[in-house]
């Protein structure tokens, strides 16, 4: 049997079915990936808007290996040295407030939201506003966030407490305010959902509405943060600042960590004993997230973002003129909405013909979610199989 049977063999046998992929990817490096048998792709997806710096940066792997030789793990009983660096810098990158490390997306906003809810009970208050067509992560309370009938089929009795209004309907969030609400939950730009920017509008209106009423805002920037919308945190485009942040994904540029920050004045809310993870903030896992920032400053990641985001957004207007999608984005968070015109899994499969990977979001978006360090050329050979691609998929 090749390596490439067996792993199909064992992956067929034994892994949980519960993804579909049709890769077997080896060895990446920077914006390429390479499959089993040698062939190259430029990653326009990475690992959903992990791998912000490409694929195996040399200063995330260096930090990663002399970590993992000095010390990998002790649990929260005991500080390490990298944990509290850690916590300082995204402070200093965020609002000032303190971190509590976790794991994951989802797990980043479990915490979040227990956090509002235990702050809400000192007044007797309990559900969290959240928006319509968001994605907050899979957990039994990430998921009732979500609201989302098809992720929550089958798996009730769902988590009360959580009540949903359309994004950028300041009235209608007004309206879904009752006496019982702690907090509103919402993602600055909607990932899943396809590629939706809140407005400013709105996300002001949402601050002013919980400042009025007494209730924390919350923001999940799990897909947005570290960079990927061309500054650290999505909401820094905005001029407001939340009460809680979540992150994860790009945090560890694939090495898995997640975090939520609350302002200093929430720190009175999760005393010892009330919230805790084994692995949460361990020196391997904050080593990696240090590497990470040192390099946005050192190699002006945000800067790249930000021009090279411009110009494959432009770049697909272009293209795009004479078709009937939207392209929408901020940075290098981007969707083309493919609306009525094909559909986007035919788009992706044409793409990863021409070796190019890209992802779909909402009901029908083509999402491109490329390494912040992509340069304009290797977008042009991007954008050129995307023209190429829905030429062939649209027929014309
Ligand atoms: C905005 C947002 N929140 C939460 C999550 C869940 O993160 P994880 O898959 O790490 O649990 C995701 C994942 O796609 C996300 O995009």
Request: proline share 3%; glycine share 10%; aromatic share 8%.
């Amino acid at each position: 049997m090749s390596l490439k049977e067996e792993v199909l063999n064992a992956a067929e046998n034994y892994s949980l079915g519960t993804y579909a992929p049709d890769l077997i990817l080896s060895k990446g490096e920077g914006c390429y990936l390479y499959d089993i048998d040698g062939n190259e792709y430029l990653d326009f997806a990475s690992g959903i808007a992990v791998c912000n710096l490409g694929h195996c940066h040399p200063k995330v792997t260096k930090a990663i290996q002399e970590q993992a030789a000095t010390l990998c793990h002790v649990s929260n009983l005991f500080y390490n040295e990298k944990q509290p660096e850690l916590a300082k810098v995204i402070s200093e990158k965020s609002f000032g407030g303190r971190v509590f490390f976790c794991n994951s997306g989802a797990e980043a906003n479990e915490g979040m939201i227990k956090l509002a809810r235990r702050w809400g009970s000192r007044s007797n208050k309990s559900t969290v506003i959240c928006i319509t067509n968001a994605f907050h992560g899979r957990t039994l309370g990430t998921l009732a966030a979500t609201g989302k009938k098809k992720y929550m089929d089958g798996f009730s009795p769902n988590v009360s407490g959580f009540t949903h209004t359309p994004m950028n309907d300041l009235e209608a969030l007004k309206a879904a305010y009752s006496d019982d609400c702690c907090a509103v939950m919402m993602e600055a730009v909607q990932g899943e959902g396809g590629i939706i920017p809140a407005t400013e509008e709105f996300i002001k209106g949402v601050r002013e509405l919980c400042d009025e009423k007494g209730m924390l805002m919350l923001i999940d920037e799990v897909q947005t943060g570290i960079g990927r919308t061309g500054t650290y945190f999505a909401y820094q485009h905005y001029g407001i600042e939340p009460d809680v942040l979540s992150m994860a994904k790009a945090l560890g540029n694939g090495f898995p960590i997640g975090a939520f920050t609350a302002k200093q004045e929430l720190n009175d809310v999760l005393v010892p004993g009330t919230h805790a993870t084994t692995f949460g903030g361990n020196p391997l896992a904050c080593a990696a997230a240090l590497a990470v920032f040192k390099t946005f400053e050192e190699e002006q990641i945000i800067e790249n973002c930000n021009e090279v985001g411009n110009y494959i957004i432009e770049k697909l207007k272009e293209i795009t003129a004479e078709m009937d999608v939207e392209v929408r984005g901020l940075g290098m968070m981007i969707g083309v909405d493919l609306k009525d015109t094909c559909k986007v899994a035919d788009v992706r499969k044409v793409c990863a013909e021409s070796k190019l990977l890209v992802l779909p979001a909402g009901e029908n978006v083509l999402r491109l979610l490329p390494p912040l360090t992509v340069t304009k050329a290797e977008s042009d050979k991007a954008i050129a199989i995307i023209e190429q691609a829905l030429k062939q998929v649209m027929e014309i």
